[in-house]
């Protein structure tokens, strides 16, 4: 579908009359001149709660973008992803992550095939290969249970599986420890293999294409470590693998009946849903993997069913939208006052950048509006410790999505209070800021003298005005995760709609698994052309002195 200019649509223009309102109000006068911006502008789906009102919006600003939304075809490209049209054009495939979590029943044919149907029959497959090794059937090579479960992989196949086991911890089973391995660098490998016993444990090889040069040489080292104590014949027993490449997933010696597959329209960084999402399942059991399904689940429904004014993914995106491209923000935080979601900002950087950092329409003209800010983030209340400063007083503004559960999975008492209490307090004092009246009282009432006052006033203000939305879940079980994984996603989509832009194909990564090719045999020692510019050159012939003569 080609699309006009974003800034020539009415309602971009209209939005851009409409900020230059809207850039001098101060967020504390919008909640002292409307009682209910709370209850207006907040709504509840798929067990989520959002608080969009910390924001520079009035009901005009949020129907302009909702015009906006409509005019750039939001409706229509959303029942065209979750009907399978091949939305990722350059691709040329369809984009079906929802068709993943669909429940068992439900039909979709893409490419002649029942989606929903192969999905059903791996997630059976999976189901009963995580009770084996749960229940301790799977035997190792000496016929012990599986201890260890290492993950290797890197990106879509990697992130996703470790941020959700991480953050569905405290339904994880005791005694079964997983490790996540990505990078090439060996120390990597090496930190993990050190921990582990080759009789207890499970490698799971996860990629996509089964080709990626990390996850391969991590893979093959992995082989030849267990190999060193182990035999060929009980490979089968310590590896399996997930992917979509059946023959390199033979010829690298893993038995296919250990192999779960996926389908070439779930996208890397979507794919946690898939049998990508193995690891997640061995930790927490089927059922509760289901349940994390199952959220994600209903947050497509609210996102195909609800009106665009009350649903919760196209209000995240399309406030989103409103301070990248009508008020600048080049970046933005993210901050879960929740420890278990220790990897979620890691996460969406993947979701968010990879997805949407295009600078060229689906049809590949050059863009005019910029698009994905820069995601960033960590939990709190360890960020209000060191970057929040730059949020607070810092010259750019950046806006923040604080998440947080209303209730904990751990027993400790009084923790929580303290948590919620520092995740609320932050989003008001960016909302307030303090004033110079306010400083200045306050410093009176420390009985500081006037020219003490005058020194240190301007460092204690806080312009405040500085935008936020609060996402709360009951609690951090695997629906209210799935849910929220899948909000961003929609979010990220709904984002991608008005942008114009591919948000599923990643050219920019393809790059990098090329560019290494050939320059990792000048390091080692092949004849070199001094091929590249000095610099390049420079650091190779480093490189290549130090290795050949590093005993290793
Ligand atoms: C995700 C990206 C990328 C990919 C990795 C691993 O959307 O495409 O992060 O997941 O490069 O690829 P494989 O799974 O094919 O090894």
Same mark, same amino acid.
């Given at each position: 579908m080609h699309q006009n200019?974003?800034?020539?649509?009415p309602a971009f223009q209209a939005l851009t009359r409409h900020q230059a309102e809207a850039d001098r109000w101060q967020l504390r006068d919008l909640f002292t001149s409307r009682q209910d911006r709370f209850s207006r502008y907040s709504l509840d789906a798929a067990g989520l709660f959002l608080d969009y009102s910390k924001n520079s919006i009035d009901d005009t600003t949020l129907s302009l973008l909702m015009d906006l939304a409509r005019e750039r075809g939001v409706e229509a490209h959303r029942d065209a992803m979750f009907g399978g049209e091949r939305i990722n054009n350059t691709e040329n495939r369809s984009v079906l992550h929802t068709a993943l979590r669909a429940p068992r029943g439900s039909r979709l044919v893409v490419n002649g095939q029942d989606a929903i149907a192969e999905v059903h029959a791996v997630l059976d497959r999976m189901a009963a290969f995580v009770e084996r090794v749960r229940s301790g059937q799977?035997?190792?090579? %000496?016929?012990k249970a599986v201890t260890d479960v290492v993950n290797i992989g890197i990106g879509g196949s990697d992130l996703g599986p470790e941020m959700v086991c991480r953050a569905l911890r405290s339904y994880s089973q005791p005694g079964l420890s997983f490790h996540f391995v990505a990078n090439v660098d060996g120390h990597d490998l090496d930190a993990v293999l050190s921990r582990v016993n080759p009789e207890t444990t499970l490698f799971v090889v996860a990629s996509k294409t089964f080709t990626t040069r990390e996850t391969m040489m991590n893979a093959q080292s992995a082989r030849a470590w267990f190999l060193q104590t182990g035999s060929e014949a009980d490979l089968a027993k310590h590896f399996v693998a997930v992917s979509t490449n059946t023959d390199a997933v033979r010829s690298f010696g893993i038995d296919p009946d250990n192999m779960f597959p996926f389908w070439d329209w779930v996208g890397g960084r979507y794919s946690v849903w898939s049998a990508i999402g193995l690891p997640v399942a061995l930790a927490v059991g089927f059922d509760n993997f289901r349940q994390f399904l199952d959220g994600a689940h209903a947050m497509d429904q609210h996102f195909r069913t609800a009106p665009l004014e009350s649903n919760m993914p196209v209000l995240l995106a399309m406030i989103g939208v409103w301070y990248r491209n009508f008020f600048g923000s080049g970046s933005v935080s993210i901050a879960p006052y929740h420890q278990d979601l220790g990897q979620f900002a890691a996460y969406l950087q993947q979701l968010e950048m990879e997805s949407?950092?295009?600078?060229? %329409?689906? %049809?590949?003209q050059a863009l005019q509006v910029e698009t994905c800010p820069v995601v960033w983030g960590d939990v709190g209340t360890n960020g209000q410790h060191a970057y929040f400063q730059l949020l607070h007083q810092g010259t750019d503004i950046i806006p923040v999505d604080f998440i947080a559960a209303l209730k904990p999975t751990h027993a400790l008492p009084g923790h929580h209070a303290v948590l919620l209490a520092n995740c609320f307090a932050q989003s008001e004092a960016f909302m307030l800021g303090k004033d110079a009246d306010e400083v200045r009282a306050e410093l009176k009432a420390q009985k500081l003298t006037d020219e003490q006052i005058a020194t240190l006033l301007p460092h204690k203000v806080f312009p405040g005005n500085r935008p936020s939305n609060t996402i709360l879940m009951e609690t951090l079980t695997p629906a209210a995760l799935g849910a929220l994984i899948a909000l961003y996603e929609h979010k990220v989509f709904v984002q991608g709609v008005i942008w114009d832009?591919? %948000?599923?194909?990643?050219w920019g990564v393809e790059l990098g698994k090329v560019l290494a090719k050939n320059i990792e045999p000048e390091i080692n020692?092949?004849?070199?052309?001094?091929?590249?510019d000095s610099s390049t050159n420079g650091l190779i012939a480093r490189a290549r002195a130090a290795l050949s003569s590093s005993p290793a």
């Open positions: 200019a974003l800034t020539e649509t799977w035997r190792g090579r %000496s016929g949407n950092g295009k600078r060229v %329409s689906r %049809s590949g832009i591919n %948000s599923f194909d990643q020692g092949a004849p070199r052309p001094e091929a590249h």
